[in-house]
């Protein structure tokens, strides 16, 4: 699941079977796993070509920790 993840970082959008040949699982894994992430993952768009992209709570989530993971860097080289 998070290599699905990582993958919708980097390229927002992806379809089931893009996501598929990708991490190397099966497309009726990815359905299955997208619907565990609803918090996470929603999909967009009509369903011949929409795709998945990260929630703004994933999003939020991903910001704070690259925020802190800046901080704590920053914080570190000034001492």
Known sequence: MTSVIQELI?????KS???A?????????IRRDMQKLTQLVEFRGAP???GYFLTDYMLLKLDKKDKLKTNY??????H
């Open 10 to 14: 980097k390229q927002p959008g992806l």
């Open 48 to 50: 011949k070509t929409g």
């Open 21 to 29: 040949k990708l991490t190397g699982v099966s497309e009726v894994s």
């Open 17 to 19: 079977k893009d996501l």
């Open 73 to 78: 860097w920053f914080v570190r080289a000034r």
